[in-house]
């Protein structure tokens, strides 16, 4: 028998079509909305950006994670350098969006809304690669800490907001751009930084501005490529921030030693590592002995990019999601039109938009921080983002990965990526309970935060459920004994309320109803259970335009 004539097994059909080239932003209609409600104008920009992330920053994000950072402790001629090498799809990656305003945008006063337009940009960026959001993220949130040392911000702060990007290893004097890494975390310590044992000896005269020498290590040091790092030390004061460069003014190597890079779940592109100081010199910001009062002004942005970021993961999963539903055929139907498929796929776009309203009402209100309201509202909603929203991720992933059955389980997509990706923001910069206990500070200690909180939610605005949901959080607020206990109780009751209330005040009733009956009154604990009468296709058509 002729086997020649069987060569070709099958025809390979049923396939879906690739999504490379797509402008991210142009089929997001929640993006276009929630952004020009909270002051966004200039929708070119996003235009822009969107199809720059659906395409060559795409393509950059799956090479810069296949080539992953390479440290090299030495030259051939085994002199120390400490160097982490990159693929140039990295520095694509980050070139990309720094001369797009993801670091500068917010403190350059180019725009009115500077926060709400760059979290959008950011938001896109992260959909095609989030490792590179780690030093874009850290760079954007030192910039109030720097400004709070005019000694040493209004040497650095120029070459922070210059739009940019320059990884030579060289001194800052040397460079057109900069970057900026935090290190706080030690060994004994973690998230307690109080229990830090790195000591700060000045050189000269003590007290801020002036020079030091640091002694210890820190156990996690992300982007050790950075041209200067945020860095909490001991003095005889106690714990102090300090701006800490890589190389010293006169352009020799700063007593900076690389022990090794992390071997991380996810987060492939981006470099994270063990680091000593043996004498390092760094610079003294803000007061001595008031570290973490001087750090949090960086941290705190640091916890709105995490919900920035996981927002746009589950977005970029939801949109794998859609589109293989869009074009796969079960039994002869398209999957998007089996019910129990738009049921699950509705309630995913739901956890989006919800997630996505949440992050841009926090992005207005640091847009107008200067109001006292939005300052409070800011500082108790960026701990309730933060827990709320990059706790759902991982589990929203993964049933969006279910969608695609097997095919979402391969490398060759990016969704086991995003998966992998989903716990950091969740666990940096403070994990979960961190968060919630955050939340309690805040309404203890902050004059007017709970007054706030309640004046946004407003009794309900009208609606029977939320009104039942902030009657509840009320009574619970109302009742200190094992506070503690139900921290996270507490904090899941206000960012369900809060998402709520976003969604009722943007209009769109089938998404407001389908959130609270499924949220507030429905079980909630899968995806895929919305209640009888939601419009799911409604909810899909939104989702994917």
């Known amino acids: 028998m002729n086997f020649h004539q069987y060569a070709e097994t099958h025809e390979v059909t049923n396939q879906v079509p690739p999504l490379e080239g797509t402008n991210l932003y142009r089929h997001?209609?929640?993006?276009?909305?929630?952004?020009?409600?909270?002051?966004?104008?200039?929708?070119?920009?996003?235009?822009?950006?969107?199809?720059?992330?659906?395409?060559?920053?795409?393509a950059a994000g799956f090479l810069a994670n296949e080539?992953?950072?390479?440290?090299?402790?030495?030259?051939?001629?085994?002199?120390?350098?400490?160097?982490?090498e990159f693929h140039p799809a990295y520095h694509e990656l980050m070139r990309t969006a720094i001369e797009h305003g993801l670091v500068a945008m917010p403190w350059d006063g180019s725009r009115a809304a500077g926060h709400v337009t760059r979290a959008s940009l950011y938001y896109l960026h992260a959909q095609a690669e989030i490792g590179s959001g780690c030093p874009l993220t850290m760079t954007c949130a030192s910039?109030?800490?720097?400004?709070?040392?005019?000694?040493?911000?209004?040497?650095?702060?120029?070459?922070?907001?210059?739009?940019?990007?320059?990884?030579?290893?060289?001194?800052?004097?040397?460079?057109?751009?900069?970057?900026?890494?935090?290190?706080?975390?030690?060994?004994?310590?973690?998230?307690?930084?109080?229990?830090n044992t790195t000591r700060a000896y000045p050189v000269g005269a003590p007290g801020r501005g002036e020079p030091y020498e640091l002694v210890g290590h820190k156990w996690f040091c992300s982007a050790p490529m950075c041209d200067g790092f945020l860095a909490l030390a001991q003095t005889e004061k106690g714990l102090s921030c300090f701006l800490l460069p890589r190389h010293r003014p006169d352009g020799t190597r700063n007593q900076f030693y690389i022990q090794r890079l992390k071997n991380k779940l996810g987060n492939g592109s981006n470099a994270s590592s063990e680091v000593e100081f043996r004498g390092a010199l760094a610079w003294m910001v803000g007061?001595?002995?008031?570290?973490?009062?001087?750090?949090?002004?960086?941290?705190?942005?640091?916890?709105?990019d995490c919900m920035l970021g996981s927002s746009a993961l589950m977005r970029q999963a939801l949109t794998q999601a859609v589109h293989h539903c869009n074009h796969r055929k079960v039994?002869?139907?398209?999957?998007?039109?089996?019910?129990?498929?738009?049921?699950?796929?509705?309630?995913?776009?739901?956890?989006?938009?919800?997630?996505?309203?949440?992050?841009?009402?926090?992005?207005?209100?640091?847009?107008?921080?200067?109001?006292?309201?939005?300052h409070r509202f800011a500082r108790?909603?960026?701990?309730?983002?933060?827990?709320?929203?990059?706790?759902?991720?991982?589990?929203?992933?993964?049933?969006?990965?279910?969608c695609l059955g097997g095919a979402g389980y391969v490398e060759e997509t990016i969704l086991p990526r995003l998966y992998r990706e989903a716990p950091v923001n969740s666990i940096w910069e403070?994990?979960?309970?961190?968060?919630?206990?955050?939340?309690?500070?805040?309404?203890?200690?902050?004059?007017?935060?709970?007054?706030?909180?309640?004046?946004v939610l407003d009794e309900g605005r009208g609606d029977r459920r939320l009104g039942a949901r902030v009657e509840r959080l009320k009574q619970s607020l109302h009742d200190p004994d094992d506070a503690m206990y139900r921290a996270r109780q507490?904090?899941?009751?206000?960012?369900?309320?809060?998402?709520?209330?976003?969604?009722?005040?943007?209009?769109?009733?089938?998404?407001?109803?389908?959130?609270?009956?499924?949220?507030?009154?429905?079980d909630g604990r899968v995806y895929g259970i919305l209640p009888r009468g939601t419009d799911a296709r409604a909810l899909l058509g939104r989702a994917w335009q």
């Not at 929640?30 to 920053?57: E, I, K, N």
């Not at 403070?430 to 309690?440: A, F, K, M, T």
Request: aromatic share 6%; hydrophobic share 45%.
């Open 28 to 58: 997001d209609l929640p993006l276009q909305a929630w952004s020009q409600r909270f002051g966004v104008t200039d929708t070119d920009a996003l235009q822009h950006y969107g199809a720059l992330a659906g395409g060559p920053l795409m």
């Open 67 to 84: 080539n992953k950072p390479v440290f090299k402790s030495h030259d051939r001629y085994g002199h120390r350098i400490d160097l982490v």
């Open 143 to 195: 910039v109030p800490a720097l400004r709070l040392e005019p000694a040493v911000g209004d040497l650095w702060l120029p070459k922070i907001l210059t739009r940019q990007y320059d990884p030579r290893n060289v001194s800052m004097e040397q460079k057109a751009g900069l970057t900026i890494g935090m290190a706080m975390t030690e060994k004994q310590g973690g998230t307690d930084v109080r229990a």
């Open 287 to 304: 007061e001595e002995g008031r570290g973490v009062p001087t750090i949090i002004e960086m941290v705190s942005m640091t916890r709105f």
């Open 331 to 374: 039994g002869g139907q398209l999957l998007r039109d089996a019910p129990l498929m738009q049921n699950v796929l509705a309630d995913l776009a739901l956890e989006s938009e919800a997630a996505l309203a949440l992050t841009m009402r926090m992005g207005y209100a640091l847009d107008h921080a200067a109001d006292e309201r939005e």
């Open 380 to 402: 108790l909603v960026t701990a309730v983002g933060k827990y709320w929203i990059c706790k759902r991720a991982p589990a929203m992933i993964n049933e969006a990965s279910e």
């Open 430 to 455: 403070g994990s979960g309970n961190v968060q919630c206990l955050d939340v309690l500070r805040a309404l203890a200690k902050e004059p007017g935060v709970a007054d706030v909180l309640f004046d």
């Open 490 to 522: 507490i904090t899941q009751d206000m960012a369900l309320a809060l998402q709520a209330r976003l969604l009722l005040d943007a209009g769109d009733s089938a998404v407001s109803d389908a959130f609270i009956a499924s949220r507030l009154e429905g």
